[in-house]
């Protein structure tokens, strides 16, 4: 298997755009999980979906953030209108068993920069 | 709310000097994970401990879980440059939470 796929890599955008982050998660895994990760506030859970269905958003910043997860091999992050604090790496990860009860799969990250 | 402390945030050694990091959680915990990041990668899992008093063993690396589940700690013998990275542990109650992570850096 591949691992989890995230694109893109690289994001470079300007304050008030729209931003979208992909994620292939590994296939037979039931639950995906979105991360921020930034200097100051460390590693970010912001969503995570079990078997296609959000669960719990609670980390979601604001409403400007979504995410969705039309079928089990595809998921993603919107962010609309960016800002710069929006600046991070965001990590896809995806797991056969809820999370603790199984080691999550992390993808390569997307860097995103907002200027 | 459920918070899981880890510390020290840094930690420098010499190479073939010991590292540890600790880890403590508000709450008891039904399991605990480790996971590894390389500077400009991802996290990557390690191990998880599930029993109370648990200590497991890779290579240089040992792993403890405390009696009560609430807190944990990673060692390492004698560290090489391949140990670089920051180390997170992450804490089971219903939902995994993580700790802030540890930055292993090793003095030139």
């Known amino acids: 298997d591949a691992g989890v796929i995230q694109s893109p890599r690289h994001e470079v955008t300007e304050m008030g755009q729209e931003v979208t982050l992909r994620c292939k998660p590994i296939?037979?895994?039931?639950?995906l999980f979105w991360y921020r990760q930034t200097m100051m506030r460390g590693l970010e859970l912001l969503i995570y979906?079990?078997?296609?269905?959000?669960?719990?958003d609670s980390g979601m910043p604001e409403d400007r953030f979504s995410a969705k997860m039309p079928n089990a091999s595809f998921s993603t992050l919107k962010i609309q209108p960016s800002e710069p604090r929006d600046s991070a790496v965001y990590f896809c990860a995806s797991s056969e068993k809820t999370s603790g009860r199984g080691e999550q799969f992390f993808g390569p990250g997307t860097r995103l920069t907002v200027l | 709310g459920q918070q899981v402390m880890q510390i020290p945030q840094y930690q420098h050694v010499q190479e073939g000097e010991d590292f540890t990091t600790y880890c403590n959680s508000s709450t008891t915990l039904s399991n605990i994970q480790w996971y590894k990041q390389r500077p400009g990668g991802h996290p990557v899992f390690l191990i998880q401990l599930v029993k109370s008093g648990e200590v497991k063993k890779q290579k240089r690396l040992t792993f403890q879980f405390g009696e009560a589940k609430k807190n944990s700690s990673l060692h390492i013998t004698a560290t090489q440059t391949t140990d670089v990275g920051t180390y997170f542990c992450a804490g089971d109650n219903y939902q995994l939470i993580w700790g802030a992570g540890t930055k292993l850096i090793i003095k030139p």
């Open positions: 296939s037979g895994h039931d639950y």
């Open positions: 979906f079990n078997n296609n269905v959000p669960i719990d």
